[in-house]
């Protein structure tokens, strides 16, 4: 079983006073992470907020219901708790009330479990964030020869952890995991008028990897006004399918300083999106494809390791671009991604190092990513 990487962090918790709150889309092992810390203990209490009746049960909850539904049970774990309406009062309930029980909540939408939790539990939790699987999990469970040289087949199926046990089937969970999984809490979300247009908001998004957003002209192209397709991709981003960078500006009159890109947390869903498996030497969208995926895995290692890092991309008006740019600790180190190496002898823009001189600058292609994804 592929360990994650949050797993000793949550591990130090057990026990202690805080409540665990655990985001991530569906299926990327979440529950999965839950039954490697708690199988082996006793006194646990296991809750579906999937099933109607720990709804209900969670709806008409009272201190003393509560009490006799524990027991003597030491941890109340509750699965997908975005379900349940109100889950951060129902969750202080039982932080406040019945002393010695340590609650433990997953949610596949930030926008629904957060919205409750934030505020009911404040200074009683510590929050975690699991992505798909990671290039450097899976360096862990094999080795980096081995997971560098699937580099390229990561870029087209992508690191869902059902896909990546699954060899030769990837296709088949996709569609399942795209079709029957992508948009179940999306759609139960009152505000969503429109369940269709999402569905093709995405595939407009999924051709534009790369490329800065306009909220305007894709709300042209899909049949929405501007405002409604900003609200539609913060429901997908605070559902784990996408996330966007935005535009860097501090010094120069001429960077752009309202502008977006919008990337996919895992390729494997963005090519299920838009029906394409083609190998990456057959495809037009490598490049993108390369870009959107050291994005990501950067990602995910700076939400373990360096939470408090912010990233952006960086332009000019008049083209000059950076595809990624980290500031952390007062240090800002841009960065520019190849596919083809050969193509990698790239200089900073001139505008961009006079402008920042104390930034470095590199060039990350496939074979110097390494140290990129896990360092």
Not at 30 to 50: C, G, I, P, Y
Request: overall charge neutral; hydrophobic content about 40%.
């Amino acid at each position: 079983m592929i360990e994650r990487e949050q797993k000793k962090q949550i591990e130090r918790l057990i026990g202690g006073d805080k409540a665990v709150i655990i985001y991530g889309a569906r299926q990327v092992g979440k529950s999965t992470l839950l039954h490697q810390l708690f199988d082996d203990r006793e006194q646990v209490l296991w809750m579906n907020a999937d099933d109607l009746d720990v709804q209900r049960l969670f709806k008409d909850m009272t201190s003393t219901r509560i009490k006799a539904i524990l027991g003597n049970n030491r941890w109340l774990i509750v699965d997908e708790a975005q379900r349940i309406p109100e889950i951060g009062l129902r969750l202080k309930l039982v932080t406040d009330q019945v002393p010695g029980v340590q609650v433990v909540a997953t949610g596949s939408s930030s926008l629904l479990l957060a919205s409750g939790i934030k505020e009911s539990l404040t200074g009683r939790k510590r929050e975690f964030t699991i992505f798909p699987l990671s290039y450097k999990e899976m360096v862990n469970e094999t080795n980096l020869l081995e997971e560098h040289r699937m580099i390229p087949h990561r870029m087209v199926f992508g690191y869902y952890p059902e896909v990546v046990t699954s060899p030769g089937e990837e296709r088949e969970v996709l569609h399942e995991l795209s079709n029957s999984y992508l948009y179940k809490d999306i759609m139960t979300i009152d505000n969503i008028s429109k369940p269709d247009k999402i569905v093709r908001l995405l595939q407009v998004l999924a051709y534009q990897i790369g490329e800065q957003v306009s909220y305007n002209e894709v709300g042209q192209l899909i049949g929405l006004d501007s405002k409604t397709v900003e609200k539609y991709v913060d429901i997908l981003e605070k559902n784990f399918i996408i996330f966007r960078l935005s535009s860097f500006s501090r010094n120069l009159r001429n960077e752009l300083k309202s502008s977006r890109k919008i990337y996919f947390w895992d390729l494997g869903i963005r090519n299920a999106i838009i029906a394409n498996f083609q190998q990456v030497e057959n495809r037009a969208d490598t490049g993108a494809l390369w870009e959107n995926f050291a994005i990501a895995e950067r990602l995910k290692h700076l939400n373990i390791h360096q939470p408090f890092t912010n990233f952006w991309f960086w332009r000019t008006q008049q083209q000059r671009e950076i595809n990624f740019l980290e500031e952390s600790d007062g240090k800002l180190d841009a960065t520019e991604f190849k596919w083809n190496a050969r193509k990698a002898n790239v200089r900073c823009p001139e505008a961009f190092s006079k402008a920042y001189p104390q930034a470095t600058f590199k060039v990350v292609t496939p074979e110097n990513a390494d140290e990129f994804f896990i360092v």
